[in-house]
């Protein structure tokens, strides 16, 4: 092993290093993120979001979750258009497509969240983890008449009161 | 003879009871034609009674029922409390009808809610897991 050789060796190692001490951050802004969520607060959890998504580019979760986040704040039309972005560049990636079905669904865009649930079915594996949320949003919304899903309850950014959509 | 036993066949039955309109404007209207049917009716009996064999017993049988008829209660006034029943009934009919509406309302509200609950349970389960299976 030349000098050269052994240098790009240490360059490797110190970026898996790197790659790995950013992951760490990340993976601590997102658990962040989900407990500021459990307690409603979705500006934060929403920043603690883009936080892990800078540190960690790579990753396709800090973006799905950012998503789930503004899903669960009521923005379902924000979190669409949000989701689409992220699909694009990761196409091959389930839980961003997962969460815009759920967005769509949600959203008063039925038919689009439904055609793009079967196409989602048709590819993940039995054993992938995002199964159960694949199940149950199948669950939930097969057989669903779409009048019969309740306007989001909607969180407006930065305010005390939670108003109903439409 | 015939006349009278035709009173309760043209009474409605407890079936028709729940679709039938009485005039609320002419109440007891019913039991009053009824009522003159009868006594025809009674009249007629007692008049070709001693024309027919055994027509004794017959004008007896006649004159006792035209007795109980002039000392019973009122016809008109017994039509008046049919009327108020059946607009009774009906009334009970369609609460019966909004309470089962408001049921389904209710059942199917519950079915929404445990439905969304669940979805939302499990949306953030999958977060969980997303979180924790970063390093995987």
Not at chain 1, 120 to 127: M, R
Not at chain 2, 51 to 59: H, N, T
Not at chain 2, 125 to 135: L, S
Request: aromatic letters at 6%; one cysteine or more.
């Amino acid at each position: 092993m030349n000098a050269q050789e052994k240098q790009a060796k240490i360059d490797r190692f110190n970026e898996g290093d790197l790659n790995d001490a950013n992951l760490n951050d990340a993976q601590k802004a997102l658990k962040k993120a989900y407990l500021l969520l459990s307690f409603g607060h979705f500006d934060e959890a929403l920043a603690a979001c883009s936080e892990a998504a800078r540190l960690c580019p790579g990753n396709s979760v800090a973006p799905a979750l950012h998503g789930a986040i503004l899903i669960a704040a009521g923005r379902a039309n924000d979190a669409i258009q949000f989701l689409s972005r992220i699909i694009r560049r990761y196409p091959n990636d389930a839980l961003p497509r997962l969460y815009f079905c759920e967005a769509c669904l949600l959203g008063g865009r039925f038919q689009r969240g439904m055609k793009e649930l079967e196409k989602i079915g048709a590819t993940l594996p039995e054993d992938s983890p995002w199964r159960e949320f694949y199940e149950n949003l199948r669950a939930t919304f097969d057989g669903l008449e779409p009048k019969e899903i309740p306007a989001p309850l909607v969180v407006p950014p930065a305010s005390e009161e939670a108003t109903l959509q439409g | 003879m015939n006349n009278i036993s035709n009173i309760g066949r043209g009474a409605p039955s407890i079936q028709d009871m729940g679709t039938q309109q009485p005039k609320a404007s002419e109440p007891g209207k019913f039991s009053k034609l009824m009522g003159n049917v009868a006594d025809g009716a009674l009249t007629a009996a007692s008049v070709v009674a001693p024309l027919v064999p055994g027509g004794q017993l017959i004008q007896a049988a006649v004159g006792g029922l035209k007795e109980l008829r002039g000392s019973g209660p009122d016809l008109g006034g017994a039509g008046d409390q049919m009327d108020k029943m059946w607009a009774m009934q009906r009334e009970n009919q369609v609460f019966n009808l909004q309470y089962m509406q408001l049921q389904e309302a209710t059942q199917s509200d519950n079915r929404r809610f445990s439905t969304m609950s669940n979805l939302m349970k499990v949306r953030h389960d999958t977060a969980k897991a997303a979180i924790n299976n970063m390093h995987v």
